[in-house]
């Protein structure tokens, strides 16, 4: 089941809601908790009893580790960890292994093909969060099973984040009151989320895959088909993330934001501190800093950076391109820290928001196109000369038929659109709930129009 589907907004939220507003006191946290695994079932059904596995498992070593030996604690850490990163690869990496071993070798490693459990990389790595933090002694473990599992497996944040840590929403979890006002708030960051997945994300994606299909392209229709994949991407991923926020506050839980308006950021430092805020923090306190951060020697503060955009790039899929990518931003960030630092500092503003961009979108290509064959064609073909020369009619086609979207997600992907919004809720609050109405009128006649389109972010 998806966010954006006609079966969820107008069947099984309004019930669930319905039942979950009634049922008074910690019994709305069994409701939750029956709905998430409905939830998951609903796409997922052979792969329930991991989620809960993980939830159980995790819960009772969290206990473990509070309760243990001290000269016995790190060797518990050290098991959940493990435990928890061998099913993550088993599933998500197992295949990817045999067939990078398959390549070196030159040999044939055959393997059944596993699908990848929905949100696997976001629960377990939520659920390593509260292990590392109880370790640490940042948190203390939870007592309650059931309230525990709320935390690991709510349905809002368990396909495709954002990372909710234990830390964030702790004393929420005790107590997590409903009210029609915060129930209103929840429910306009819903509609916004939906209407920027099914309304932008998804007719880009139309005009992406159409460009990437095609057999050669013009140098200006690349990059027009890249630019529709770079606001594909942040509005589908930013969209489900504003989605599981206002699901949040329905349910009487405020979670943090994951996306800070990116694509305004003056440098890929800052694009990455506002771009998926909870994996970038989970990697920093989590992976870089454990590793000593930037207070140990030069060598040794490159080696950290590398290393955790590797990872990152790992983590979002099992392909060597998502590899480079990590690679890719962790090479960007060195240049800017120990080269271009002074010198992006002495630019114009606009100057350095087109450079973070054509660095962004550079990125992308590693990010879309899974082959390295397929990046090169791509790469060779914005930077030209192509066979089909600088622009063709091809060019002008998916100009003039998406200059409209173009111009509505450059708006949209600034806080202008959103502030003038708020201002108007104040102002004239009847006039600000008819546009959402509006906006979740038009983004259901798209989703009864368009064929089934998952979120990006869930295969990861």
Known sequence: MVFSSIFFIFCFLPIFMLIYYLVPGKGKDIVLIIGSLLFYAWGEPKYVILLIFSAVFN?????????????????????????????????????????????????????????????????????????????????????????????????????????????????????????????????????????????????????????????????????????????????????????AIGLGKMLGFDFLKNFDYPYLSENVAEFWRRWHISLGSWFRDYIYIPLGGNRVSVPKHIRNILVVWALTGLWHGASWNFVLWGVYYGLLLLLEKFVLGNVLDSLPVFVRRIYTMFCVMIGWVFFSQTSFPGIAKYLGTMFGPAASGFADTATFYYFRTGIVLFVICIIACRPNLQNQFRKLMKRNMAVAIAIDVILLALATAFMVYNSYSPFLYQQF
């Open 59 to 243: 819960y009772f070593m969290g206990l473990e580790l509070n309760d243990c030996p001290e000269e016995s604690r790190r060797l518990n850490m050290v098991f959940t960890v493990v435990v928890n990163l061998f099913i993550l690869g088993f599933f998500k990496y197992y295949a990817f292994l045999l067939d990078s071993i398959g390549s070196v070798f030159r040999i044939t490693l055959s393997h059944p093909e596993l699908s990848l459990p929905i949100g696997i990389s976001f629960y377990t790595f939520k659920n390593l969060s509260y292990i590392l933090d109880v370790y640490n002694d940042k948190i203390d473990p939870e007592p309650n099973f059931l309230t525990f599992c709320v935390y690991s497996m709510m349905f809002p944040h368990m396909a495709a984040g954002p990372i909710v840590r234990y830390a964030d929403i702790e004393h929420q979890l005790v107590r997590h009151p409903v009210s029609i006002p915060k129930f209103g708030v929840g429910a306009e960051y819903f509609i916004k989320g939906l209407a920027k997945k099914v309304i932008l994300a998804d007719n880009l994606a139309v005009i992406y895959a159409a460009i990437s299909s095609r057999g050669s392209n013009a140098v200006l229709t690349a990059w027009i088909g890249i630019f529709a994949y770079t606001m594909q991407i942040y509005f589908d991923f930013s969209g489900y993330s504003d989605m």
